[in-house]
């Protein structure tokens, strides 16, 4: 279901939809060859997404992807987001069949954001960002930099709002080869496809991503699959051992 259609119909209306289009192809999948990590549901296979064959596997019932459950598992086994102290998490552009469940399990002091999104309670721009400075214990930001026009200038703000002990979880696509490319002279829609990966992306990132982090002083860890999970894991989960890094970024020294 497109993503716009968000904008345009009542938050009640688009529920319902998604949610019945959702069952109707779970029926299609389900089996007990696989077990969705996210929601549970038994699958005799994932669902190819976008793309024919194989695919990005994903869960028709949640709609989740292979990078979704990478960094599901890493935040409830490696992190202390749900020990049950209370903490302020602040969510940007958070993950439809995700938020529900962050907000169940974190309360109150968990915060969806989004910047044009009519699903969230608060916008945050992040190259305008008026939220006080160390005011979050725990940023998660899954593929919004590439969005944002100014992106080193986002990654200080996600610093500036970090507690001191804080960390942010950050996944961005990466479609270029070498390093990052962005060529701001590149603006419609088929340009920014081809070079980018996808219409509304402003630059195409590549390998020296953890760098362009540390460059704005956040200390950077790099997760892949196959450092937290063992081969069996790895393929009940139908993730790629050395793909869909997770950025795990802390206030570096200064
Ligand atoms: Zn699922």
């Known amino acids: 279901m497109p993503y716009h259609l968000a904008h345009y119909l009542p938050k009640p ?7 019945l289009r959702n069952q109707a192809q779970t029926l299609v999948y389900q089996g007990k060859t696989f077990t969705c990590p996210i929601c549970h549901t038994g699958l005799r296979k994932y669902m190819a997404y976008r793309s024919k064959g194989e695919g990005n596997p994903t869960c028709p019932r949640c709609r989740t992807s292979r990078r979704h459950r990478h960094y599901w ?26 938020e529900p469940i962050f907000r169940k399990r974190l309360g109150k002091d968990y915060v969806p954001a989004g910047y ?14 008026d939220e006080p400075a160390e005011s979050y214990d725990v940023i998660i930001c899954n593929h919004v930099l ?20 804080g960390w942010a979880l950050i996944t961005v696509p990466q479609f270029a080869k070498g390093n990052t490319f962005e060529d701001p002279s590149l603006t419609s829609r088929e340009e920014r496809t081809r070079h980018y990966g996808q219409w509304d992306h402003l ?20 997760i892949y699959p196959k450092d937290i999970l063992n081969q069996q894991e790895i393929e009940a989960m139908r993730l790629k051992a050395g793909e869909d890094p997770l950025f795990i970024a802390r206030k570096a020294a200064a």
Do not use: C
């Open 73 to 98: 598992h890493y935040v409830n086994q490696f992190t202390d987001l749900f020990d049950g102290r209370r903490k302020q998490v602040l969510h940007l552009a958070p993950e439809h069949y995700l």
């Open 203 to 222: 630059r195409a990132y590549g390998s020296d991503f953890a760098d362009r982090l540390r460059s704005q002083g956040l200390a950077v860890e790099v």
């Open 146 to 165: 590439e969005h944002v026009p100014d992106d080193l200038k986002a990654m200080r703000e996600i610093r500036r709002m970090l507690k001191p002990d």
């Open 13 to 19: 209306i688009y529920e319902l939809i998604w949610t």
């Open 116 to 129: 044009n999104d009519p699903r969230v309670r608060k916008t945050i721009d992040l190259n305008n960002v």
